[in-house]
């Protein structure tokens, strides 16, 4: 039977010993008197309290206790006593025995709706999914459920439709709206060869794209299995929450025994009276709201994170990140784009690219991809080439138009005729960490390329934003110094280690963390020791692989500046979490003394209902400052503009 359940049973056993206790100062008594109360009772410690004895013998079986200690102590002391009270022709109080089942599990229920909003927003992400796909069969697109879709299937997208599953464009162009999967508000440009998510929506072109992965393996079902994960994972500070309830319990009993005894043997209360107060004391230290603290908590935050495009994997991450003190970041792919970039060209700048391209058309290098890219982006016309071969440790060369061409690196210049003027240019370009290639024609450097792996456009923004935290920067890259140094001098990191080898970074990592907790922010490709070493580990989210067990924290848009929001949304949820535990811990503090009469004597006391009802709003106020992490403000603390 569910909470819900169990809640609404015992709300409408309760009902009429509500009315009972109403209308009795106006002469309305309940039919059968006490004996009715009995039967209700009854009912509601059998059907709706019995899982709290279930629960507290189990763990006293096991020489512990818990929670549902405490409500099964106080529900059957009340109830117990009252048929005691019954049979002696005294006064009972069934009605706080129902009334504290009642109170209790309305806290419950609170609990249970707050984890119910939190596993419908994960379903609804499911359900995002689009339910068939247009697919190439026998020469014809034909429409069949996404179930029967294989790995290689061309699959064609018309305007508004959602994207079946993931996979490579073959042909088309069109916007897609990837919000509902990377949290990216605008639409992203879609052309051949770029990849598609599966349940984002196509914009306003046709496309076909090849299936590369379906089912389990698509991102969006990497996301769901990745929220659902962190949901239910178990932060390490909840270990204090567990420690303090073992301790806290049997101090409580403790409490009440005492407070019975002082009341009945020193201050002369009837025993009814005495044992009122014993009860309250244990209804309302219950610590349900110290147990909801940490995962309503953790639940809002990780399901907000995967809204940003933020996988946070578990509590730990949430705990681990609030002492970070340094950030290191691998370069290629994680700083920079990744891909050789022309960024420079020297001379005519249509002849130059125009003769590189058309000698590069039959190199392999990644520098001929990058001045091929270029060519194309400037639409520069290539031109037919004979006689190409490779001059070893130069470049290449062929005849066009019937003139010698040559590309290549500097080393050409040895049997070239090669300008001051362009010499200074090169050596300048050499200095700002650029690879130069040369374009020579008949004996002679016409021209310079400079290519370069340059930083993502966020990259320097990111940066600002995690100095403006109080955070040390550090980049750990293979590449060699001078080159590091001109793209860490060109972002603002702090500090620059070069020349690592890639098995080499988790030891460097370890270095670091003799002075602080560390940070590493990788492309999960070469990086896995790094990014397990280090105290938090955060993954770029590389194209629609981003269930990389090596990191605590993915960012889905591969966007430099989510490690500055993943930060500042993990540091809100754990302090959130400690804001939590310490106002359920201080209500819990606070109450006890006024459950025990302490204050009776100026008018202020608790009954064992109220004192259960009190309890079920700590719970309610606990799950509301959880909730309140949807509204709190994720933002940089940078205030000035980044150039």
């Known amino acids: 039977m569910s909470i819900s359940q169990r809640f609404w049973i015992s709300l409408i056993l309760s009902l009429p010993m509500v009315a009972n206790m109403i209308l009795m100062p106006f002469g309305w008594l309940l039919p059968g008197g006490a004996w009715t109360q009995l039967v209700l009772t009854t009912l509601i410690m059998l059907i709706s309290a019995r899982p709290f004895w279930e629960s507290a013998w189990a763990s006293f079986k096991k020489h512990h206790s818990n929670m549902d200690t405490l409500v099964a102590i106080g529900t059957v002391t009340a109830y117990v006593y009252s048929i005691y009270a019954m049979i002696t022709s005294q006064d009972v109080f069934f009605e706080s025995a129902a009334f504290v089942t009642t109170f209790v599990l309305l806290g419950q229920v609170f609990e249970e709706r707050m984890r119910n909003n939190a596993s419908n927003a994960v379903e609804k992400l499911a359900n995002l999914q689009a339910k068939d796909a247009e697919v190439l069969r026998d020469g014809q697109f034909t429409k069949i459920p996404l179930s029967e879709v294989v790995v290689g299937d061309m699959i064609r997208v018309k305007p508004g439709q959602k994207i079946p599953v993931d996979g490579i464009i073959t042909e088309g162009t069109s916007s897609v709206d990837e919000s509902m999967v990377t949290g990216e508000s605008m639409p992203v440009e879609k052309k051949m060869d770029d990849a598609v998510i599966g349940a984002t929506i196509n914009g306003n072109g046709t496309f076909t794209f090849k299936a590369n992965k379906i089912g389990e393996d698509t991102m969006l079902s990497q996301i769901v299995e990745l929220v659902k994960k962190a949901q239910n994972s178990h932060a390490p500070i909840q270990n204090l929450t567990d420690k303090v309830s073992d301790i806290f319990v049997p101090i409580v009993l403790i409490l009440a025994i005492l407070t019975f005894l002082i009341w009945y043997v020193f201050l002369d209360a009837s025993v009814a009276n005495a044992l009122i107060f014993a009860v309250s004391v244990v209804v309302i230290a ?186 040390k920067t550090v980049m750990l890259t293979g590449d060699n110094q001078r080159v590091a140094q001109a793209v860490a001098e060109e972002v603002g990191i702090d500090d620059v280690i070069a020349d690592v080898l890639p098995g080499d ?31 938090v580990g955060i993954v770029m989210g590389s194209g629609t692989d981003i269930a990389i067990d090596s990191g605590g924290i993915v960012l889905v848009k591969n966007d430099l500046r989510d490690v500055d929001r993943a930060l500042a949304l993990s540091k809100k949820t754990f302090n959130r979490i400690k804001l939590n535990l310490f106002w359920a811990f201080v209500y819990n503090v606070l109450g006890i003394p006024v459950a025990a009469g302490v204050f009776y004597f100026i008018g202020l006391s608790l009954s064992p209902e109220l004192a259960g009802l009190a309890m079920a709003f700590s719970s309610l106020s606990v799950v509301t400052s959880s909730v309140l992490l949807n509204k709190a403000k994720i933002k940089p603390k940078r205030n000035v503009q980044v150039d």
């Not at 200095?431 to 990259?459: E, F, M, R």
Request: proline share 3%; hydrophobic share 40%.
């Open 286 to 471: 219950c610590p349900c709201a110290l147990g909801l603290a940490t995962p309503t908590a953790l639940m809002v935050g990780t399901g907000r994170g995967a809204k940003m495009g933020i996988l946070i994997k578990d509590g730990t991450v949430l705990e681990a990140v609030n002492d970070i003190q340094t950030v290191v970041f691998d370069k290629t792919g994680t700083i920079t784009v990744g891909k050789p970039q022309v960024t420079d060209i020297v001379g005519d700048t249509k002849q130059v690219l125009s003769i590189a391209a058309s000698l590069e058309e039959n190199s392999e290098h990644p520098l001929a991809a990058a001045i091929l890219d270029r060519a194309k982006t400037d639409q520069a016309q290539t031109q037919p080439t004979t006689g190409f071969k490779a001059i070893e440790g130069k470049g290449v060369e062929a005849q066009i138009n019937d003139q010698r061409g040559v590309v290549g690196n500097d080393k050409l210049a040895q049997d070239l005729v090669f300008g001051d003027a362009l010499k200074q240019q090169m050596v300048t370009l050499q200095n700002q960490a650029k690879t130069v290639v040369l374009v020579g024609l008949d004996q002679t450097v016409i021209g310079l390329i400079a290519i370069q792996d340059v930083p993502k456009d966020t990259s320097r923004e990111a940066i600002a934003d995690l100095k403006a935290r109080g955070l």
């Open 505 to 535: 970074k988790a030891d460097h990592i370890a270095d670091l963390q003799k002075t602080g907790k560390v940070a590493f922010v990788g492309d999960g490709i070469n990086d896995a020791p790094a990014l397990t070493t280090a105290d």
